[in-house]
């Protein structure tokens, strides 16, 4: 990162410029020697330090600690001759939120652009290879224009207006690669760029978050923005993107071609609603339906990111969908050969994936009555108890047995009219995670809908030993294990996901909720492991009892086998209402993540 000839080095908790020396030993140093830096420190109190780069001109570098970036100049010595070359002190301290974009004008109000996907990079662009006459070479002249490298694809900025000049999406452009459909690196875990364009083109190296695989790809630039100025971004033929080498590591390989061509839109959903965060608990009973002719047990329900469907898992092996208002009936889905464990919603809303019984997992297209991705027996030893998609849909977690696996996929619902039942949608076993000292994984819980550094990387597990185990994928390995952490083995985790509809303080987002049958409900903070609340009150002796948090982060509702529903504020051991009126056991509960409404199941009905 720095100049030939130059050093720096970036410590915890300050920044310094010069070489190194040893601490212990000389060239011969025994086995447990180490170097430490020597120089003048330009910048102390930043904070961890996670990233320093030299400016172009090499008078001034850029530090990155916390959620922060420091210009700093700097003390600069030419390593050949030991010479200081460049001196000052530290001109400024300035912190930038780095998952947001901001311009603003005098003119009109700022406005402001958020991103739900980590930033790994940002780098200088060479406009001028896109400009083809004269105009358009005065204003690239003018204008700065720079890389963002997300873990999902590449952007072009422009400077002056933040408008998006171009973006190439891994996936799409990759998976639909004509030559190279077998590389399927979804998502990048860091990504590095060429600063200067030869012939048009720029080199981008990427690697895989979650698999041992490394891609060089080649993008032209000109084309790429061409496809954004246009109405969609086309796949499959359009000389934008060409991968001109790989290194696949430790991965298997497949050859399945994809012919789909998948349209790209620019779209803009404003949503005109939030929700209330100074509201008080939904209390008022509004309506009961039944879900079947015969009383059938539902084993799991779960709102669209929305807030406009509701899905449920019965135990006669069919999944419906509801609209919010509980009036209409949107679908019913039938294939499976057992009770339903589990549903839930891509962030898109235009899937939903359920478990059953029989130890098979489908994908259903919300549109359609069939399946467009099936997992059958072959795929699992044991039961498939809870099944979600994970990292902003791009990948779906399950458990199986004491395992938990990480699949990618992809879904095709295009119909070959001579091979009309062969399934099109792929999906490829990423890793297996082993829960230690367990028989089952009873429960699972990660996040989906958003990007958050602490938790996004964060599976939260629990087994029938009674334990909880946190793995961080990103490391790729268990990081903690909480054992005895109720007195029976906890039948369900839940973690303060918030939803699109309100913003709650970053800490909050640590907290998650434990239930175990007769055991009452435990809070727990991530940061700490620690429980820092019981919510006692609800009985669950008879049926395990599914817990929900509500969208503000202030609200805990439970069932109860005492045929009520009950609600706990957040700072309060005690429950505040106690939601009557059901005629069996309430077992499962859901906040609608868009309005202050709550979804009751019973044993056998629907309220």
Same mark, same amino acid.
């Given at each position: 990162?720095?100049?030939?000839?130059?050093?720096?080095?970036?410590?915890?908790?300050?920044?310094?410029?010069?070489?190194?020396?040893?601490?212990?030993?000389?060239?011969?140093?025994?086995?447990?020697?180490?170097?430490?830096?020597?120089?003048?420190?330009?910048?102390?109190?930043?904070?961890?330090?996670?990233?320093?780069?030299?400016?172009?001109? *090499?008078?001034?570098?850029?530090?990155?600690?916390?959620? &922060?970036?420091?210009?700093?100049?700097?003390?600069?010595?030419?390593?050949?001759?030991?010479?200081?070359?460049?001196?000052?002190?530290?001109?400024?301290?300035?912190?930038?939120?780095?998952?947001?974009?901001?311009?603003?004008?005098?003119?009109?109000?700022?406005?402001?652009?958020?991103?739900?996907?980590?930033?790994?990079?940002?780098?200088?662009?060479?406009?001028?290879? &896109?400009?083809?006459?004269?105009?358009?070479?005065?204003?690239?002249?003018?204008?700065?224009?720079?890389?963002?490298?997300?873990?999902?694809?590449?952007?072009?900025?422009?400077?002056?207006?933040?408008?998006?000049?171009?973006?190439?999406?891994?996936?799409?452009?990759?998976?639909?690669?004509?030559?190279?459909?077998?590389?399927?690196?979804?998502?990048?875990?860091? &990504?590095?760029?060429?600063?200067?364009?030869?012939?048009?083109?720029?080199?981008?190296?990427?690697?895989?978050?979650?698999?041992?695989?490394?891609?060089?790809?080649?993008?032209?630039?000109?084309?790429?923005?061409?496809?954004?100025?246009?109405?969609?971004?086309?796949?499959?033929?359009?000389?934008?993107?060409?991968?001109?080498?790989?290194?696949?590591?430790?991965?298997?390989?497949?050859?399945?071609?994809?012919?789909?061509?998948?349209?790209?839109?620019?779209?803009?959903?404003?949503?005109?609603?939030?929700?209330?965060?100074?509201?008080?608990?939904?209390?008022?009973?509004?309506?009961?339906?039944?879900?079947?002719?015969?009383?059938?047990?539902?084993?799991?329900?779960?709102?669209?990111?929305?807030?406009?469907?509701?899905?449920?898992?019965?135990?006669?092996?069919?999944?419906?969908?509801?609209?919010?208002?509980?009036?209409?009936?949107?679908?019913?889905?039938?294939?499976?050969?057992?009770?339903?464990?589990?549903?839930?919603?891509?962030?898109?809303?235009?899937?939903?994936?359920?478990?059953?019984?029989?130890?098979?997992?489908?994908?259903?297209?919300?549109?359609?009555?069939?399946?467009?991705?099936?997992?059958?027996?072959?795929?699992?030893?044991?039961?498939?108890?809870?099944?979600?998609?994970?990292?902003?849909?791009?990948?779906?977690?399950?458990?199986?047995?004491?395992?938990?696996?990480?699949?990618?996929?992809?879904?095709?619902?295009?119909?070959?009219?001579?091979?009309?039942?062969?399934?099109?949608?792929?999906?490829?076993?990423?890793?297996?995670?082993?829960?230690?000292?367990?028989?089952?994984?009873?429960?699972?819980?990660?996040?989906?809908?958003?990007?958050?550094?602490?938790?996004?990387?964060?599976?939260?597990?629990?087994?029938?030993?009674?334990?909880?185990?946190?793995?961080?994928?990103?490391?790729?390995?268990?990081?903690?294990?909480?054992?005895?952490?109720?007195?029976?083995?906890?039948?369900?985790?839940?973690?303060?996901?918030?939803?699109?509809?309100?913003?709650?303080?970053?800490?909050?987002?640590?907290?998650?909720?434990?239930?175990?049958?007769? *055991?009452?409900?435990?809070?727990?903070?991530?940061?700490?492991?620690?429980?820092?609340?019981?919510?006692?009150?609800?009985?669950?002796?008879?049926?395990?009892?599914?817990?929900?948090?509500?969208?503000?982060?202030?609200?805990?509702?439970?069932?109860?086998?005492?045929?009520?529903?009950?609600?706990?504020?957040?700072?309060?051991?005690?429950?505040?209402?106690?939601?009557?009126?059901?005629?069996?056991?309430?077992?499962?509960?859901?906040?609608?993540?868009?309005?202050?409404?709550?979804? &009751?199941?019973?044993?056998?009905?629907?309220?």
């Amino acid at each position: 990162m720095a100049g030939e000839g130059e050093e720096f080095a970036a410590l915890p908790e300050r920044m310094c410029l010069g070489g190194w020396e040893e601490t212990r030993g000389g060239r011969g140093r025994a086995p447990g020697t180490w170097l430490s830096p020597r120089g003048i420190v330009i910048g102390t109190l930043l904070g961890m330090v996670l990233h320093v780069r030299f400016s172009p001109d *090499d008078q001034q570098v850029a530090v990155c600690a916390g959620n &922060c970036i420091y210009m700093l100049s700097a003390k600069v010595w030419d390593y050949s001759t030991g010479q200081l070359i460049y001196q000052s002190g530290v001109l400024t301290g300035e912190g930038r939120n780095t998952s947001k974009l901001c311009k603003t004008n005098n003119m009109r109000p700022e406005r402001t652009v958020e991103t739900s996907l980590p930033i790994l990079l940002i780098e200088h662009c060479d406009f001028l290879v &896109c400009s083809h006459n004269e105009e358009n070479i005065s204003s690239a002249l003018n204008t700065t224009y720079f890389w963002i490298g997300t873990s999902t694809g590449l952007l072009i900025i422009n400077l002056a207006n933040f408008e998006l000049e171009g973006f190439l999406s891994y996936k799409d452009y990759v998976l639909f690669g004509k030559d190279y459909s077998d590389l399927s690196i979804r998502s990048a875990g860091s &990504c590095a760029l060429t600063q200067k364009a030869v012939n048009g083109k720029v080199l981008c190296l990427i690697t895989s978050m979650f698999e041992d695989m490394i891609a060089v790809l080649e993008v032209n630039l000109a084309g790429l923005v061409r496809t954004q100025q246009s109405d969609f971004l086309p796949c499959g033929n359009e000389k934008n993107l060409s991968v001109i080498a790989r290194m696949t590591m430790f991965s298997p390989k497949n050859n399945l071609k994809k012919s789909e061509v998948s349209k790209w839109k620019t779209t803009c959903r404003c949503k005109n609603k939030e929700y209330p965060l100074e509201s008080y608990p939904p209390t008022k009973y509004e309506k009961e339906i039944s879900v079947t002719s015969k009383p059938t047990r539902i084993c799991c329900i779960q709102y669209s990111g929305d807030g406009e469907m509701l899905a449920c898992g019965l135990a006669d092996k069919a999944v419906l969908i509801f609209n919010s208002n509980l009036t209409d009936t949107c679908n019913v889905f039938s294939g499976h050969d057992g009770a339903v464990n589990s549903v839930g919603w891509s962030h898109n809303k235009k899937w939903l994936v359920s478990a059953s019984e029989d130890r098979t997992l489908r994908v259903w297209s919300v549109c359609k009555n069939e399946p467009v991705l099936i997992l059958g027996k072959e795929k699992f030893h044991k039961t498939v108890r809870f099944a979600q998609f994970y990292f902003m849909d791009a990948f779906i977690l399950l458990c199986c047995g004491a395992e938990f696996h990480l699949l990618s996929f992809h879904l095709d619902t295009t119909k070959d009219d001579l091979k009309r039942y062969k399934q099109r949608s792929v999906c490829k076993l990423v890793q297996k995670f082993p829960m230690a000292s367990t028989m089952e994984i009873t429960s699972l819980s990660a996040v989906n809908d958003f990007y958050s550094q602490n938790c996004t990387d964060i599976i939260l597990t629990a087994g029938s030993n009674r334990a909880l185990e946190v793995f961080d994928l990103n490391a790729g390995c268990s990081t903690a294990v909480i054992p005895e952490a109720h007195t029976r083995s906890v039948y369900q985790i839940c973690q303060n996901k918030g939803s699109s509809f309100s913003t709650q303080q970053p800490e909050a987002y640590n907290l998650f909720m434990t239930t175990a049958a007769g *055991d009452g409900i435990k809070l727990w903070d991530l940061r700490t492991l620690r429980c820092e609340r019981r919510f006692e009150g609800h009985s669950s002796h008879r049926y395990p009892c599914g817990i929900a948090v509500s969208p503000c982060g202030q609200f805990i509702a439970s069932g109860s086998d005492d045929k009520c529903a009950y609600i706990y504020e957040m700072h309060s051991s005690t429950f505040s209402h106690k939601l009557g009126g059901h005629t069996e056991s309430v077992i499962n509960v859901a906040f609608s993540p868009s309005s202050p409404q709550i979804s &009751c199941d019973k044993v056998k009905g629907f309220a």
